[in-house]
């Protein structure tokens, strides 16, 4: 099946520092991307969706100067996470998609501790 | 209430039960995927439904288009069965993925 990588697969960093995580569909060519967080015992949460060439669409209530996402090409979309502070450490997912199709295939997740 | 409701929350067996676990949801629907979360976090699909069953292994998904209701079902569990199950369905005014809170399944040897 489809294969999506994320880069790191964890993080440590001190506030105030940014973080970038990357997302890769290794075998396909994904136009849509979505990025997830996820809370300890909470469903993930849709953060963005981002389209390749064109700006992220932000869910409601994710600020998008402190999340900023990046797919400047069909198989990579990058998440940086500006000035971090501890209520950011999360657990972030990305998922892709091949043009309008329903099926989603899921990256392995980059958990972020910020000190 | 939530759009994606799953049962049990959390549920615990012995080695070689089967298992069910539930998804009804209330909105219009693409599609629903099953899911598989392990304790190190990284999302493995299972399976993806539109309509019917479908079966790979031991697991095997049914779907109920009109009953809004789908369930996953693994026989002769096994503890690396142990996982966190999430149903999420896909909305057919978007393609965004709406989730259930997930299922812990133990299966204990």
């Known amino acids: 099946g489809a294969v999506v990588s994320q880069h790191p697969s964890w993080v440590i960093c001190k506030s105030g520092t940014s973080v970038k995580i990357e997302c890769r569909s290794l075998?396909?060519?994904?136009?849509?991307m979505f990025w997830y967080r996820q809370f300890p015992k909470q469903s993930l949460m849709l953060m963005a969706t981002?389209?390749?060439?064109?700006?992220?669409?932000?869910e409601q209530g994710v600020e998008k100067d402190k999340f900023l996402i990046n797919h400047a090409s069909l198989t990579l979309s990058t998440l940086t996470v500006t000035s971090a502070h501890p209520e950011d450490s999360s657990f972030y997912i990305c998922?892709?998609?091949?043009?309008?199709?329903?099926?989603?295939?899921f990256g392995p997740g980059t958990r972020l501790t910020v000190t | 209430k939530n759009e994606v409701e799953q049962s049990p929350q959390n549920l615990t067996a012995q080695e070689g039960e089967f298992i069910t676990i539930n998804c009804s949801y209330s909105?219009?629907?693409?599609?629903l995927h099953w899911l598989q979360q392990h304790p190190g976090g990284g999302i493995v699909s299972l399976f993806m439904?539109?309509?019917?069953?479908k079966k790979h292994g031991r697991l095997i998904a049914t779907i109920n288009i009109p009953e809004k209701h789908s369930s996953l079902h693994i026989t002769a569990s096994h503890p690396r069965d142990s996982a966190v199950y999430i149903c999420?369905?896909?909305?057919?005014?978007?393609?965004?993925?709406?989730w259930g809170a997930g299922t812990k399944l133990i299966i204990k040897p």
């Open positions: 981002s389209n390749e060439g064109s700006k992220a669409t932000y």
């Open positions: 909105v219009g629907i693409s599609a």
């Open positions: 998922s892709a998609r091949v043009g309008e199709s329903y099926e989603q295939y």
């Open positions: 075998d396909f060519q994904a136009t849509t």
């Open positions: 439904l539109s309509s019917g069953k």
């Open positions: 999420a369905v896909l909305g057919d005014s978007n393609y965004q993925l709406i």
